[in-house]
RNA sequence: GCGCCCAUAGUUCAACGGAUAGAACACCAGCCUUCUAAGCUGGUUAUGGGGGUUCGAUUCCCUCUGGGCGCACCA
């Protein structure tokens, strides 16, 4: 348990000897909108609801009851609230020892009870561009992995690649029209977006076109022949292409699955399907009627014969269970497909799946001229991203530090483009379009990551000048802690933040958070001097911003981002 | 037509049913002989319309308007 839990179980243990009965707890308890009201705060309704008072009268009694005191050392009535300050030395030597304490650990949770968590994410097609929203797929995936992983959960990151849909003969045959002799770049994965963006727009023109396509990828389905080679070589460069993304964002996957790995087993077991009656056959085509479960119906097989995504989806299930057992099993997919996953999971608890299924749907990544789309060329790929944040990036650096090496100004232009890219795309919540600008993306102020590693760096530096000396042991007791203490709350609700973010897969809050604490930090650092200090102060300021530290590492860790020690 | 999501400041976003609806960007005015000015301080502006539930609604319910997205053979 963490210190500011311990602190609202003691104070409402207080608040019920008081009342003579059980009639508070830990969680009853908010903060208030303004510092000046206190630091934990009781809204009286649903007390006064309880003993058939008014609430203002409730708030009036008990804080005449309850008596000043150890961690209390205010109290008062504000309307209906009953608000209680934590004393400021208690509370700081509480937190700040319990973050020295545990370090990387702080705030981690044992909430989880190391269940198993499969979460899917980063579910790319080979042969197309890696655009920004597949970026928000994989940059919120990482972080509710990782932020499973804070909450005790044992969190199993997978990956479901397609391979083998009709978009790879799409590329192929634009490559063999166009392309064919062209030598090729050195990213051929990157190429090959561009292979196919050109072939939304050729096929538009070309009669033949569609024919031809279906025609390559019978022949790619037949896995044989010059067509189904050279599927294999080019699907090679799409695999390298993301494995480079992967190493470069620090994404690990514990497994990746492919869609051309699957497709004969679920074709297989169509059959088997239809026997229990979970499918059945309409007009030449296999679907699974869903109406009276109010959900529509699921083409499985067209009446052409080829297959739609439940046929690789339901053998990947299945897969997934058999070899990981996980009690939960997340799919991070585009919201979108809302309605395909209650079909898919309702296919597969009619198969007897009891692991929790849970679609985590977030919206899609627009520009501010409209919808992304390879057709009309509107898209922003990883790559173009990645080199604009670098050059801004490594402009913004070079300015600032001249005497800098380029390796090491490339270092730091690295992380913070990296961070920015993270920072972006979990910082909105899930349901919530982005209007991807690339111009604000570009800014290093306010709401970002620059931001975020700007005040780390910039504590780092105090740190530094300060030299080293391991556990200084700090006297709190003779000091008056009013600058501080807006900062320590703010370090103490930190475990809260971890938890929330765990409750509600969002990690946005973890963003937020962290903003609001380096806030706090850059405006404790413009107000008060910590080397020029006296002695005892100086110690106790020096463990509080390496407190700070600490948590802003701790949090960023969560999005998958890295601090710098300068910028 | 049926269903899902969204609507908050000029813009992009916040707000377990709770107190005076917060930030950031942009704009204007300041702050580097104190630890990194990618920072800080100050200033202007908002809950789409109408009903309900509640002591209390941006939040829950209904309805209207406006936008987005899904709804058997596109993946």
Redesign the pocket.
């Known amino acids: 348990m963490n210190f500011l839990e311990k602190i609202k179980k003691e104070i409402a243990r207080e608040i019920n000897k008081a009342l003579n009965g059980k009639f508070v707890k830990a969680l009853d308890f ?5 510092k ?2 206190g630091d934990l ?1 009781l ?1 009286c ?2 007390l006064a ?1 309880k003993l058939g008072k008014n ?1 203002i009268k409730v708030a009036g009694e008990l804080v005449a009851k309850v008596s000043v005191g150890g961690i209390i050392s205010g109290i008062k009535v ?4 009953a ?1 209680f300050s934590i004393n400021k030395t208690k509370l700081a030597q509480g937190i700040i020892g319990e973050i020295n304490k545990e370090k990387d650990g702080y705030g981690r949770n044992k909430s989880g009870k190391d269940e198993k968590v499969l979460i899917e994410y980063s579910n790319a ?1 080979t042969h197309k561009e890696y655009h920004v929203g597949h970026l928000r797929n994989i940059c919120y995936g990482d972080a509710v992995s990782r932020i499973l992983s804070a909450n005790g959960y044992k969190s199993i990151p997978v990956s479901y690649i ?1 391979d083998f ?3 790879t003969a799409k590329t192929l045959w634009a490559y063999l029209e166009f392309y064919k002799n062209k030598e090729l770049p050195a990213n051929k994965g990157r190429f090959l977006g561009e292979v196919y963006a050109r072939s939304t727009k050729e096929i538009e023109k070309n009669k033949t076109a569609k024919q031809m396509i279906e025609g390559i990828m019978k022949k790619i389905e037949s896995r044989k022949g010059k067509e189904y080679e050279l599927w294999k070589e080019t699907r090679g460069w799409s695999i390298k292409q993301f494995d480079n993304i992967y190493r470069e964002l620090g994404v690990k996957f514990t497994r990746i699955f492919y869609e051309s790995e699957l497709m004969e087993i679920g074709r297989k077991m169509v059959d088997k399907l239809i026997k229990k009656g979970i499918l059945e056959l ?4 296999v ?1 699974a009627n869903f109406e009276k479960y109010d959900l ?4 499985v097989l ?3 014969g ?1 297959a ?2 439940p046929v690789a989806d339901i053998p990947l299930a299945i897969e997934k269970q058999k070899k990981f057992k996980a009690g939960k099993s997340i799919y991070v997919v585009d ?6 996953f209650k079909q898919l999971f309702k296919i597969l608890e009619l198969l007897g799946h009891k692991e929790k299924l849970i679609h985590l749907g977030y ?1 899609f990544v627009k520009l501010p001229s409209g ?1 992304m789309s390879s057709r009309i060329g509107n898209v922003i790929t990883y790559e173009d991203l990645r080199e604009k944040l670098f050059e801004q ?1 490594r402009k ?2 070079e300015k ?2 001249q005497d800098w090496s380029g390796k090491k100004i490339d270092a ?1 232009a690295s992380a ?1 483009m990296n961070g920015a890219i993270k920072f972006e795309m979990v ?3 899930a ?5 991807f ?1 690339i111009k ?1 993306a570009l ?6 990551a ?2 975020l590693q ?2 780390y ?2 504590v ?3 740190i530094k ?1 300060a030299g080293e000396k391991e556990n200084i042991k700090i006297n709190f007791k003779g000091l008056d802690m009013k600058e501080e203490h807006e900062l320590i709350l703010k370090l103490a609700k930190y475990p809260e933040a971890v938890r929330q973010a765990g409750e509600k897969y969002d990690p ?2 973890i963003a ?1 958070y962290l ?1 609001e604490l ?2 706090a930090l ?2 404790y ?2 107000k ?5 200090a006296e002695q005892e102060v100086r110690d106790m300021r020096l463990a509080l911003i390496k407190s700070v530290n600490q948590v802003i590492r701790n949090g960023l860790d969560l999005l998958g981002i890295q601090t ?4």
């Open positions: 908010v903060y208030p909108p303004n000046d009201m705060s809204p309704f649903s609801n609430p504000i309307g209906p609230y608000n097609n397609n849909g009709i978009h309409s007009q030449g085509a679907i529509g119906v699921l083409v067209r009446s052409d080829t739609t995504y919201t979108r497909q809302i309605l395909y919206d919808m990036a913004e650096t600032r530090r730091v913070i910082k909105v919540g349901n919530q379009e982005i209007t600008d604000k800014s290093f102020q306010g709401f970002t620059a931001y700007y005040t760096a910039r780092n530096s105090i000048k946005a809050q937020k903003f380096a806030q850059n405006d650092y413009h008060v001097p910590v080397l020029k710098l020690d300068e910028m």
